[in-house]
């Protein structure tokens, strides 16, 4: 059975919440940093050499990408154990989905969520390995703002029929996480010149994915997504 648009353009669209989430926009300058070895004098001033930039940035992402996709894949391989159980899995992971929307909208907040967990390399080794362990270890964080989008996704993962399906559907959520990246990279003066503006509407993003969830937490527990199949 064909896997709908509908899933992808939710894990797509989560990658890009993610990155313009409270937990990641705020520390891309730092990021940009750390995998470049770059300073943030030199960035603003145009001071480097774009091709490290760039490859740097693609191990970077690939780390990630990597912990996303293994995600997926185990989602989808847990929910397929349970599969005589998939309509019950498939109310209860959409009812959490919700919750996680009303979280993120401020309408009821998840004491629990407010507790980090995240990987820090103080060191980051030299080369694109390095940049590769960093995006590994950006995966690995689980902070307030990221944990509810990204359970949202490995959720909808878990109802999948297949784990080629699970992976594909982290893999689109990492491009969607990605992308942004390589953007500002190209377009890092400007980035950095704009980020007190972009802070402003942090949380008008927050509110809106908060409400994306939610609809699609609806749709889920009422097996209805297939109706909006494009």
Known sequence: KRMTNVPLIASFLAGITTFLSPCVLPLIPAYLSFITGYSLDELKEGERNL??????????????TVIFTLFGAS???????????????????????????????GIYRLKFL???KRVHLRNKPLGY???FIAGLAFASGWTPCVGPVLSS???????QETVTKGIILLFVYSLGLGIPFFLVVLAVNRFLLIFAKAKKIIRSTEIIAGVILILLGILLVTNRLHLLQV
């Open 129 to 131: 390995l390095g940049s």
């Open 75 to 105: 989602a989808t391989y847990f929910g397929s154990l349970l599969a005589e159980k998939r309509e019950l899995l498939r109310i209860i992971g959409g009812t959490i989905i919700i919750v996680f929307g009303l979280h993120l909208t």
């Open 51 to 64: 091709k490290p930039l760039i490859f740097n940035t693609a191990f970077f992402v690939s780390g990630f």
């Open 153 to 159: 996704i490995l959720i909808l993962a878990s109802t």
């Open 114 to 116: 407010y507790q980090e």
